[in-house]
T-cell receptor, first 114, second 114 residues
Framework: GNSVTQMEGPVTLSEEAFLTINCTYT??????LFWYVQYPGEGLQLLLK?????DKGSNKGFEATYRKETTSFHLEKGSVQVSDSAVYFC?????????????FGSGTRLSIRP | DAGITQSPRHKVTETGTPVTLRCHQT?????MYWYRQDPGHGLRLIHY???????DKGEVSDGYSVSRSKTEDFLLTLESATSSQTSVYFC?????????????FGQGTRLTVV
């Protein structure tokens, strides 16, 4: 079945550092890929998405590229801020199934030091 | 924000009692999901629905049942609550084919079984 594996946290960085959170997936067909963010006490919010190979999703300075050859969708940001502290989830959905499920990775907690 | 309301937002219940959580949407989305979030496990799919009266099991469905008699409502029932079902429960909705499958989440229900 489909699955998502992302790097375990927690990840602690200093402000303005470069961020990478790794995500790889296993899926049949051609899934859509997502990064979600969860701030303390809140539900998940979509951060960015990519629906086909080589697409780059971007939002709020974050980027991720859909790499079919390596089945990866790594999240990157060039200069993190304290406000980026949150839990980040990688996810996939099978866009072509009539009974599709959305599968999430285990989440990566990110803490940014001032 | 997508119109998703979960109720109740917090509940404490005793072991062995039945509990029903409600998810209500105003977006007319076809797909609805129930997830539970636990430390170290990320989000795990309990059940999902792909239409009125059409539901299927997720990866952690034991001890849970669902019903969807109307497009807008998706109910999650714990038949006989156990302490292992203490968790934060999230409802999500999506419209797979039109948006690439991104999900919109409710604010969550914190359930404590004592």
């Amino acid at each position: 079945g489909n699955s998502v594996t992302q790097m375990e946290g927690p990840v602690t960085l200093s402000e303005e550092a470069f961020l990478t959170i790794n995500c790889t997936y296993t899926a049949t067909g051609y899934p859509s890929l997502f990064w979600y963010v969860q701030y303390p006490g809140e539900g998940l919010q979509l951060l960015l998405k990519a629906t086909k190979a080589d697409d780059k999703g971007s939002n709020k300075g974050f980027e991720a590229t859909y790499r079919k050859e390596t089945t990866s969708f790594h999240l990157e940001k060039g200069s993190v801020q304290v406000s980026d502290s949150a839990v980040y989830f990688c996810a996939l959905s099978d866009s072509f199934s009539s009974a599709s499920k959305i599968i999430f990775g285990s989440g990566t907690r990110l803490s940014i030091r001032p | 924000d997508a119109g998703i309301t979960q109720s109740p937002r917090h509940k404490v219940t005793e072991t062995g009692t039945p509990v029903t959580l409600r998810c209500h949407q105003t977006e007319n989305h076809r797909y609805m999901y129930w997830y539970r979030q636990d430390p170290g496990h990320g989000l795990r799919l309990i059940h999902y629905s792909y239409g009125v009266k059409d539901t299927d099991k997720g990866e952690v469905s034991d001890g849970y049942s669902v019903s969807r008699s109307k497009t807008e409502d998706f109910l999650l029932t714990l038949e006989s609550a156990t302490s292992s079902q203490t968790s934060v429960y999230f409802c999500a909705i999506s419209e797979i084919k039109s948006s690439g499958g991104e999900a919109f989440f409710g604010q969550g229900t914190r359930l404590t079984v004592v």
